[in-house]
């Protein structure tokens, strides 16, 4: 991460409201705000990006503060980084099927723009980098221009609307027949759409989960639909989306693969992973190791600790 010498950015532009480790956080021109308590009481990922051993509200603000500061999150100048930043992240494996061809077009989300349909993989990693769950977001003009400099569309440049299912919709009239799409937990409903919009166009849809931290008993049956689920610091995706699982990745903050599909992608994004990987054979999942993974402030939030 940046230090105070390489910052880029002072000043946001606009309203934004993300989550981070389960925090209802507010950015604006007037600074950031944490608006609900986070539920995560320790995130290993957290730890590793920005040194945190007990998140507060007050850490929560200060890791958005560094995004703003070293990359330009939610600011004019907004940086579009695409180094990696996790093992099995969806902008990661995204990127890959795009460079793969495995993939037309992916659909994702990006703060000062909302719903994006693009090819550009770097593009994906340098949007979703720097990401957690956008609840809603505010037009940043020169965000929007960015993306749209090599022909990436933006669903709606005025408003910056996030709206998963009308991007899909979107990229089947711009002739895309094989998409992927991150869809949030908040948002899990469209799931259920995507898979319907599939099926009457007679397409390919790899559906993402994602930002599943605060997922209900009730987002469960919308999630199990997707392709790929991250579990976040859920413990309800651990228990009914693990137990779902063809594939498991990684062990701290688990991504589940739920379909063939999915899986082929995953396997497909692991052949051009450069790290060094152990695979095993299982009779069930999900595959848990005590100690590992997120601790919760109350364990019906997520990963009991």
Not at 79 to 88: C, E, I, L
Not at 132 to 160: C, F, H, M, W, Y
Not at 184 to 209: C, M, P, W
Request: net charge positive; with cysteine.
């Amino acid at each position: 991460m940046p230090g105070k010498s390489e910052q880029i950015c002072s000043q946001t532009c606009g309203t934004h409201e993300i989550y981070c480790c389960g925090s209802r956080v507010r950015v604006s021109p007037t600074g950031v705000s944490a608006l609900t308590e986070p539920v995560v009481k320790y995130c290993p990922l957290h730890e590793s990006l920005y040194g945190t051993k007990n998140i507060s509200a007050g850490a929560v603000k200060k890791s958005v503060e560094r995004k703003i500061a070293g990359y330009g999150f939610c600011c004019r100048n907004r940086r579009f980084d695409a180094d990696p930043m996790v093992a099995y992240g969806a902008s990661e494996m995204m990127s890959v099927w795009l460079d793969k061809g495995l993939i037309d077009c992916a659909v994702v989300v990006c703060e000062g723009a909302g719903t994006v349909i693009t090819t550009n993989s770097k593009l994906v990693q340098g949007i979703g980098a720097r990401l957690t769950g956008i609840i809603r977001t505010s037009p940043i003009q020169e965000v929007v221009e960015k993306i749209k400099q090599n022909g990436d569309v933006v669903l709606d440049e005025a408003s910056a609307r996030i709206d998963q299912v009308e991007g899909v919709k979107r990229a089947f009239a711009m002739g895309f027949r094989r998409v992927a799409v991150t869809v949030a937990s908040f948002h899990a409903k469209a799931i259920s759409q995507i898979r319907n919009l599939q099926d009457v166009a007679k397409t390919e849809v790899a559906i993402f989960s994602v930002c599943n931290t605060l997922a209900k008993e009730g987002d469960v049956k919308q999630i199990a639909k997707a392709d790929i689920a991250c579990a976040s610091a859920s413990t309800i995706l651990r228990k009914e989306i693990g137990s779902k699982a063809l594939l498991q990745l990684g062990m701290t903050i688990p991504v589940y693969a739920l379909t063939q599909r999915g899986k082929e992608l995953v396997l497909a994004y692991l052949a051009a992973f450069k790290s060094r990987l152990v695979v095993f054979r299982t009779s069930k999942l999900p595959y848990h190791a005590r100690g590992k993974g997120p601790k919760l402030k109350n364990s019906s939030h997520g990963q009991k600790a």
